[in-house]
């Protein structure tokens, strides 16, 4: 989605590698993640959307602050999901909480899933409540529910643009995913 975005014309969109890919980013985001006001707009100055963690976390902050920001939710069936993160970011969140990782038991472990461990029909349950809590509390004409594989036509349509004449991207490949939370940022 993130790439998506940008081919569109609506980025360069914030996500997690926003946040892994800078110090400053990380610091910016352990202080809400630890309980800080968060400054939505010093936090995505540059942007001109997000996707992915840790914003999603906090969209109905998000929700409120950008009125007329539209929103996506993506969805695919719960297993799916599950069988990705926990090919991905499950073996941070089930670890103890480390300074360097904003996605870590604090955020994730914490927050989302209350501090029990995260197994495979404890996180289908959360994954399940938030998608039914997006889609009863955005208001219809700002929200796309939007299957993963429908490709261009409903994202477009949703965002009033047309549909570019190039493939629908796929980027967000679990291969190089733990290289890259656990290389050091880089500003």
Known sequence: ?????NILGFGPTHHMFEVIDSQTQTDLW?????GGAPDWDKLFAGFFACVDWPSAHYWR???QRYPDAK???TTRPADAWWRSIDKTILQYTNAPDSPDNVFS???????????????????IS???????SVIREVASDRLLVYKVGDGWKPLCRHLGVDVPDQPFPNRNAKEGFH?????????
């Open 1 to 5: 989605m993130r790439e998506a975005l």
């Open 30 to 34: 352990r202080e809400v993640v630890s």
């Open 61 to 63: 902050e998000l929700v």
């Open 71 to 73: 929103v996506i939710l």
């Open 105 to 123: 038991q604090k955020l994730v472990g914490d927050q989302v899933f209350g501090g029990r461990p995260v197994t495979r029909d404890r996180a």
């Open 126 to 132: 959360v994954y399940e409540a938030h998608q039914k």
């Open 179 to 187: 290289d890259r939370a656990n290389a050091p940022p880089t500003s």
